[in-house]
């Protein structure tokens, strides 16, 4: 394991007020915010900044980390010495088992089984705290990423989480977990699903608690989403686009007949009623027209766009003034 | 064959004011505070037991309360910012399709 220096993390010495710490943090968590940042690894570093502040920040923490991190340097080989802790009491909270899971083993080794805060209020060494507390366990959050075509006929997906598990010596420790998910039919971008019972396990016999999954589409090479109404862009020829077509339509649950009314250009968009992401109601899904010009590959095409060019007379800039 | 869990959409099931409690692990006092303060819940009927929160509100009560402990911003604050990313969301979405056409 490596030693993870909490200090240059927050870009702070080592005898920085709580203040300095607070300042830093602040400004690197606007810098590496996930949702602004366009450093490419701003997650991987707006996690490592949680973790130095969740340390640094609380001074019982801090006084042990820097207790037991003399000498060490950063990416150097470690591990903590037995009873290394021994003379300090982690009362504080300020993260949660949850949270937990998105940090380091190194955190996980050094405060994993005092995690104060750890199952909604929970104090002092987990292993303890069984024998005296009952709580309902945490909910968990994660994404999923689907196909569009599982929001119309739902879908078995598996899914693997790293969950934090408090093991036999009363440590937190972040183990992987797969389950297999039913997810309804009529999920939408961003809405959330919960799976009852599959959160964090309960302390003292208390019930599991709950986890939610946040639904996200992967990109479609046809189909766009915007809420419960589907987008799809659908190549028709030049002569059904001028004279009219009955023609079939590829939808994510199946094929459908359409007619392309006459006269219609790039861009116009057919609306199929109900045909959107199920639900009540369901959404639209909208055939967005494109005309697909055929090659002029052979004499015989040529002849034929040759023809159309000297007998239809069509200006397609008239409107344009040239 | 792997035990299978079945999923239900937030949508159909929307979170009581006590789920949300527990869920996001904040007090009830810091909900109702930040309902009265505008930055929470567009429908409000009486009383609280009757607030329901969308998978929309969820998502924004873990964002303000990421806001809040991370920047110590005020609800008003805080609520200001979700109100910006999700207007962030929405032009990002919109270039993406201006993009694609």
């Given amino acids: ?322 | 064959m792997a035990r299978e869990y079945i999923a239900v959409s937030i949508e159909q099931s929307p979170l009581t004011l006590d789920e949300v409690i527990v869920s996001c692990r904040v007090t009830r006092e810091w909900v109702v505070e930040h309902v009265h303060a505008g930055v929470l819940l567009s429908e409000t009927p009486q009383p609280p037991e009757q607030w329901r929160f969308s998978s929309r509100d969820l998502a924004r009560v873990r964002r303000i309360l990421e806001l809040e402990s991370r920047f110590d911003a005020n609800p008003e604050l805080a609520g200001l910012v979700a109100d910006l990313f999700d207007e962030l969301e929405r032009l990002r979405a919109r270039v993406r399709r201006a993009e694609e056409e």
Avoid at chain 1, 228 to 234: H, I, P, S, W
Avoid at chain 1, 271 to 297: K, N, Q
């Fill in chain 1, 1 to 322: 394991m490596e030693f993870k220096d909490y200090y240059e993390v927050l870009g702070v010495k080592r005898d920085a007020t709580a203040d300095e710490i607070k300042k830093s943090y602040r400004k690197l968590a606007r810098k590496y915010h996930p949702d602004l940042s366009k450093e490419p690894d701003a997650e991987a570093r707006m996690k490592e900044l949680n973790e130095a502040h969740a340390v640094l920040s609380d001074p019982e923490k801090r006084a042990a980390y820097d207790n037991v991190g003399k000498g060490f340097q950063a990416g150097q080989e470690f591990r903590p010495p037995p009873n290394w802790d021994a003379g300090f009491e982690f009362t504080g909270g300020g993260f949660s088992g949850a949270e937990g899971a998105d940090f380091s083993d190194f955190f996980s080794e050094l405060f994993g089984g005092r995690a104060g805060g750890m199952g909604g209020g929970m104090g002092g060494r987990a292993g303890r705290a069984r024998q005296s507390y009952q709580a309902r366990g945490e909910d968990h959050h994660a994404k999923i990423e689907l196909e569009l075509e599982d929001a119309y006929r739902g879908a078995t997906r598996t899914i693997t989480l790293q969950v934090p598990q408090i093991n036999d010596q009363g440590r937190v420790q972040v183990v992987p977990r797969t389950l297999d998910v039913r997810i309804p039919k009529g999920v939408r971008e961003g809405q959330m699903i919960r799976l009852s019972g599959q959160g964090g396990p309960g302390y003292g016999g208390g019930p599991a608690g709950d986890l939610f999954l946040e639904v996200h589409f992967k990109p479609h090479e046809r189909y766009r989403v915007e809420e419960r109404d589907v987008y799809e862009t659908l190549p028709i020829s030049p002569w059904e686009a001028a004279l009219g077509a009955q023609i079939k339509a590829p939808l994510p649950d199946g094929t459908v007949e359409v007619r392309i009314p006459e006269g219609s250009q790039t861009g116009r968009k057919l609306r199929l009623r109900g045909r959107g992401i199920p639900g009540d109601p369901p959404g639209d899904l909208y055939l967005v027209l494109e005309v697909a010009v055929p090659p002029a590959d052979t004499p015989k095409a040529r002849e034929l766009y040759e023809r159309m060019a000297s007998e239809l007379a069509f200006n397609p800039r008239k409107h344009l003034g040239v």
